[in-house]
Each structure stands twice: as structure tokens, then as C-alpha cells.
């Protein structure tokens, strides 16, 4: 089988802003002022991102390391630490919502690509420094996005497991990384171990699990601990937002998104308003992008019309001057928006690039207009890879009907018919159609030839006749009944195909978790990955393991 990376648009659901940026970036250059193809221009934007003056670096980089507590960091990380004091060090800088064992396989992705991609510019331009940066995505509040994965059971069939619906949750104003694991995680864990297949690896693969998801622990710290076991070999620097010694370094940022709101609302109104005429906005322009905490949960602010702003769901004002001054003096009951949160992230970091996935770079093209407002340099948005993992029985059904991994992207009604089509060699309708008229015209035959000997005789052959069709009745049944059965076969097999590799009809890294293949192929499966993704590949991937 061809096992060349496919083009992005030879592959299902990505954005046609996405796929221009990859190809036309002509089309899109208005929404994006830096092309990550064009390398020439890298040691410019290397210069530019180094020469913002960042007074906090040293506090920066010792409160992320205080962030560890006891956990004892690889020396590899040790040395990222002490490198963001540089003044030549440039992050390359990921995130990801706080999936529950890590969530899709594209997470897992996003982390390798920021991983190499630092360690590969290192290599090509070793008067800067690269360090790969970890965002916590802990203030999210979407609780369906994070509390299922999905894998494949023993029988080869798709199994979601979830953790229960917390009651005490209000998407509305809570914050994902600060809910608290309860005893209802165990039964994730028993559901896990008698949904997977048994392998070498399965027990000891949940012990260790069960040791960072254990009852107690929020989402947060379970998830930290999870990319800090995989990653923290590999210098990985993981970063918590949420930390106060934080909020108090982006008071700056939130008091200026305060004091400029109606200039920053503006400036995104239009651009998404110009976006909207030949692509799509990819999140909702809010006035005010800003979050307040109080009594255990998050509210959204909102300007009101005597000039101040109100807390939505909240019977709670503030005046302008009010509101300014808590971004000064109570910075930790803040937290960013969707929107904001990238201007954040560069901010306190010396982003020189953001590794992010398509739904990512839609959505930078909407808020690059704050970069020029907030004064920091705009990082260039980098693809993360894009990955399909193929599994020798996957490869087998794809080499035995002659198939290509775009073919299983068809309808599945579509691909069944194309493949059975390709199997049948013969029309049984036909087939037999035509023998049954040899025979009637044979035994005519024969009872004209008998006719002349014994009337008696010839008369009998229709008798005969009438035996024979039967028997081609019956064996056309036969026939029928093995076509059928040949054909239940092709089809469960092409159910296990899409199953593995297009889940719910989505391409495989956006809904199966790693640990389904770690429980097959273990620790080994981390190192497949990092030596076969190819960082510089603007493709679509394909990994046998």
C-alpha cells in the first residue's frame, strides 16, 4: 500500500481557512502577518521576538519551576528553566484542554511537534536558545470535551467511556481544572480494564494511571502529572496560568483589556466581520474578554449601560475605575478568554512560535489584530502534525481489497459497494439465468431426438428437466447464501477498518485516546511516534507501528 502522507485536502474536515493557510497562504497573508513556510525570514522574527524588553524573566521562569513542588524534573528541563532567563531564548509554545487520560491522540501530537520543533531549530540556528512550553489549559469550563475517551474494545468495536456528570458542576461558571476527582474515577478505571483487550502491558498501564487519576486530585494536577511521566525526558517546560505569582506578572495585560475594551472589540468585530465574508469565524466576539472569580466560580463581564460593567448570572457591578483597580491590586480573580488568552501566553513568554491545530489556526486569524494593540510581537502559528496510526491488521484489510487510507474517508455505504463490486468475478443472476436456458434448450433436445424412438420416453424427459432446474434452484441458493456470507465478512472487516482509523466517520487522532495503542504496544509506542512524525511535513501522516 502507497503509505505517502495525504494532502490536507484529500483528507475530511478541515476548514478551508486551514487548508488555504497550508497552500494559498496568498489568500489568507491580510489575516496573518507570518508565513510559517517562509523560513528565510526566521532570523528576523527570531530577533524581534528576543528584543521585547521582558523584565520579569528570571521571576517567570523560578515561579514555574516553584510550580513543580516535589516533583523532581529531568535535567534536560532543569536546563529549559534556567534558559528562559536568557535574553536569546525563544519558546515554542502548545496547549491543550485537560482531557481525561489525555484526551485524543492529538494532544499527544501537539507536544511532539512543539518538542521537535524546538530541538530542530536549535540544530539550524544555535545563536538562540528553544525551549518547548506546555500551556495548562486549566480555566476552561467545557466539561463534555474533557470527561470521555474512546477506544476500542476487545471485539474491535468503538467503547466511550465517560466520567460521570459531576452535579456540583456549573459549566457556566466553573473551571475545569479545579474539579475534584471523587470515588466515581475507579469505576472509569474498571470500565477500562474490561472494555481493552489483555495484554502485557494492560495491568501495570493501569496501576499507573490510576496513580495520577486517583480520587482527590482535580483534572489539573492528574493531567500535569500525566504529560510530566511522557514528556519531562524530553525538556518539556509544563506551565500553570492559574498560579497567583502569575496573575500578578499579567496584571498588566488585564488592566490594558479593561482601560482599551472598545478598541480592542472593535478592531476584532471587523476582522471577523472580513473573515466572515469568504471563511468562517471561529469563536464569538465578546466585549470584554475577561473572566472574574468569586465564591468558587468563573462569570463572564460584561459592559453595562451606565459605563460600568456587571457580572453575568451575578448580581454584582463595578464601575470602570473600579473594575481597573482590581486588575492592579487583585490580579488572581482574573483569568482570559478564549481570545485573550493567547496575548497572555506571549506576554509572559518569548513566543517565537505556536503550535496549534487547525480549529487553532482558524482562530488566530481573528485576534492577530491584538497583537499591534497589546505591542508584542506575534508568534508565527505553526500546524501541529497530523497523524494516523495504522496497525498491521489495519494495513492487512487495506492491502487485501486494494485500498488506500482516502478510500475509507468515503461514505461507508459508498466504500462497501465499491469493494464488493471488486471482489465478484461472476453475476449469479446471470449466471444461472443462462444456464437454466441451456438446460431448457438441451433437454428440448433430447426429447425431440427421443420423440422419434418412444413418445413414452420423450414425454418422461420433461420429468428430468423439471429435476435438473430444481437442482440449479438449489444451487443457486448454495451460491447466493456463500456470497452472503463472504460478503458479512468484507463488511465487518470494513466496519473494523473505519473504526480504527475514521471513528464516527473523524479522522482517528481526534477521537481515540493513546492509551488504547499503549496497551499494545507500551512504552516503545512514545518512541514510534517521535522518530516517525515529521515536523516539517505539511501533510496529512501515516505511522505503521
Request: proline share 4%.
Amino acid at each position: 500500500m502507497n503509505m505517502d502522507p495525504i494532502h490536507f485536502c484529500d483528507a475530511p474536515g478541515f476548514p478551508n481557512l486551514f487548508l488555504d493557510y497550508l497552500y494559498e497562504f496568498e489568500n489568507v497573508a491580510s489575516f496573518y502577518p507570518k508565513n510559517f513556510k517562509d523560513i528565510e525570514k526566521y532570523p528576523a522574527h527570531f530577533h524581534q521576538v528576543v528584543s521585547r524588553e521582558r523584565a520579569f524573566s528570571d521571576e517567570l521562569s523560578d515561579i514555574i519551576a516553584a510550580q513543580y513542588g516535589r516533583d523532581y524534573f529531568s535535567d534536560r528541563t532543569a536546563e529549559n528553566l534556567q534558559l528562559l532567563k536568557n535574553s536569546n531564548t525563544i519558546a515554542i509554545v502548545t496547549g491543550q484542554q485537560l482531557g481525561i487520560l489525555g484526551g485524543p491522540l492529538y494532544t499527544i501530537y501537539k507536544t511532539i511537534t512543539a518538542i521537535k520543533l524546538a530541538q530542530k531549530l536549535a540544530e539550524q540556528y544555535p545563536e538562540f536558545n528553544f525551549v518547548p512550553v506546555f500551556w495548562l489549559e486549566a480555566d476552561d469550563h467545557d466539561y463534555e470535551e474533557v470527561r470521555h475517551l474512546l477506544v476500542l474494545n476487545a471485539a474491535n468495536e468503538l467503547h466511550r467511556i465517560s466520567y460521570p456528570i459531576e452535579e456540583t458542576f456549573d459549566e457556566e461558571k466553573g473551571t475545569v481544572g479545579n474539579l475534584t476527582f471523587t470515588g466515581a474515577i475507579n469505576g472509569v478505571f474498571e470500565e477500562l480494564k474490561n472494555t481493552l483487550r489483555t495484554t502485557e502491558f494492560t495491568e501495570p498501564m493501569l496501576e499507573m494511571l490510576n496513580g495520577m487519576y486517583a480520587e482527590g486530585k482535580t483534572f489539573k494536577a492528574a493531567f500535569r502529572e500525566l504529560i510530566f511521566s511522557m514528556f519531562d525526558a524530553y525538556g518539556l517546560i509544563i506551565f500553570d496560568p492559574q498560579d497567583i505569582a502569575i496573575k500578578k506578572l499579567l496584571s498588566p495585560v488585564f488592566s490594558n483589556e479593561v482601560a482599551n475594551y472598545l478598541a480592542h472589540a472593535e478592531k476584532l468585530v471587523a476582522r471577523s466581520a472580513t473573515l466572515e465574508e469568504t471563511y468562517h469565524a471561529q469563536v464569538k466576539i465578546r466585549p470584554l474578554n475577561l473572566f472574574y472569580h468569586m465564591d468558587k466560580g468563573r462569570y463572564a463581564i460584561d459592559p453595562d449601560e451606565e459605563g460600568g460593567f456587571r457580572l453575568r448570572k451575578k448580581r454584582m457591578k463595578f464601575t470602570h475605575e473600579e473594575l481597573l483597580k482590581l486588575t492592579e491590586e487583585n490580579p488572581e480573580r482574573f483569568s482570559p478568554n478564549v481570545i485573550l488568552r493567547p496575548i497572555c501566553q506571549d506576554y509572559l513568554f518569548p513566543t517565537g512560535f505556536y503550535i496549534a491545530g487547525p480549529a487553532e489556526v482558524s482562530y488566530f486569524a481573528q485576534i492577530m489584530p491584538l497583537y499591534e494593540m497589546f505591542n508584542i510581537p506575534e508568534p508565527v502559528i505553526y500546524p501541529r502534525a497530523s497523524v494516523t496510526l495504522l496497525e498491521k491488521s489495519t494495513k492487512s484489510i487495506l492491502d487485501k481489497y486494494l485500498l488506500k487510507l482516502q478510500d475509507v474517508y468515503l461514505n461507508q455505504s459508498t466504500l462497501h459497494e465499491k469493494v464488493m463490486n471488486s471482489l465478484l468475478s461472476v453475476n449469479l443472476d446471470d449466471l444461472f439465468k443462462q444456464l437454466e436456458g441451456d438446460v431448457a434448450k438441451l433437454m428440448q433436445g433430447l426429447k425431440d431426438k427421443l420423440s422419434q424412438l418412444d413418445k413414452t420416453t420423450a414425454d418422461a424427459s420433461e420429468k428430468y428437466k423439471v429435476k435438473l432446474l430444481g437442482s440449479l434452484v438449489e444451487l443457486k441458493s448454495k451460491a447466493i447464501e456463500s456470497e452472503k456470507r463472504k460478503h458479512e465478512v468484507v463488511i465487518r472487516q470494513l466496519i473494523k477498518l473505519a473504526d480504527s482509523v475514521y471513528p464516527y466517520e473523524t479522522l482517528q487522532e481526534r477521537q481515540l485516546n493513546y492509551f488504547y495503542f499503549y496497551n499494545k504496544y507500551g512504552a516503545a509506542l512514545l518512541d514510534k511516534l517521535f522518530e516517525g512524525i515529521n515536523v516539517s511535513e505539511d501533510k496529512h501522516q501515516l505511522i505503521e507501528l
